[in-house]
T-cell receptor, first 116, second 106 residues
Framework: DSGVTQTPKHLITATGQRVTLRCSPR?????VYWYQQSLDQGLQFLIQ???????AKGNILERFSAQQFPDLHSELNLSSLELGDSALYFC???????????????FGPGTRLTVL | ELKVEQNPLFLSMQEGKNYTIYCNYS?????LYWYRQDPGKSLESLFV?????AVKQEGRLMASLDTKARLSTLHITAAVHDLSATYFC??????FGTGTRLQVFP
């Protein structure tokens, strides 16, 4: 158990809908990262937050947004969903003393999103 | 555009043997990451390499980085079944390779 929790574990929704995925980092970790893993696109880094501020952006679509709250949990919002958004979404956390992305990341179990 | 290539994509090896997974990337980068993913599971961070010539070892796995060649290697020594997993490298702002699926058999 990495100490990172993600909810829900599974999510099934329809095209055009909006969903929110939640991630709670390990106690004391300041950085949260979001990743998408699909058969088509492989593993992609989406975005990193450090202590409430966006720190790095990867291949995140404009339909997707994220935020990190004062209690350091993070939410990934996916809107206007398309079939191709079906994937596993992982979050990870790290101590991130400087938000520099060089600390060991601890991954959550993932949320499996299915868009029908 | 930064591209990351891993080879081989699939590796089947016998227990006790040594092998190396290669990770090539197309533009300069000051950091390289290795991860492991067990089938149906989440990811696990293995190594972060930050400088040319960096070498890190954990158990039977050793990772190295040659920034001039834009190459990292993940060397497996005396493989055991528990090492069966998919291994990913990533560079820079976490651009991932396609992964190498390792299967270790008796």
């Amino acid at each position: 158990d990495s100490g990172v929790t993600q909810t829900p574990k599974h999510l099934i929704t329809a095209t055009g809908q909006r969903v929110t995925l939640r991630c709670s980092p390990r106690s004391g970790d300041l950085s949260v990262y979001w990743y998408q893993q699909s058969l088509d696109q492989g593993l992609q880094f989406l975005i990193q937050y450090y202590n409430g501020e966006e720190r790095a952006k990867g291949n995140i679509l404009e339909r997707f947004s994220a935020q990190q709250f004062p209690d350091l949990h993070s939410e990934l919002n996916l809107s206007s969903l398309e079939l191709g958004d079906s994937a596993l979404y992982f979050c990870a956390s790290s101590v991130g003393a400087s938000g520099s992305m060089i600390d060991t990341q601890y991954f959550g179990p993932g949320t499996r999103l299915t868009v029908l | 555009e930064l591209k990351v290539e891993q080879n081989p994509l699939f590796l089947s090896m016998q227990e006790g043997k040594n092998y190396t997974i290669y990770c090539n990337y197309s533009t300069t980068s000051d950091r390289l990451y290795w991860y492991r993913q067990d089938p149906g599971k989440s990811l696990e961070s293995l190594f972060v390499l930050l400088s040319n010539g960096a070498v890190k070892q954990e158990g039977r796995l050793m990772a190295s980085l040659d920034t001039k060649a834009r190459l990292s290697t993940l060397h497996i020594t005396a493989a055991v079944h528990d090492l069966s997993a998919t291994y990913f490298c990533a560079v820079d702002k976490l651009i991932f390779g396609t992964g190498t699926r390792l299967q270790v058999f008796p």
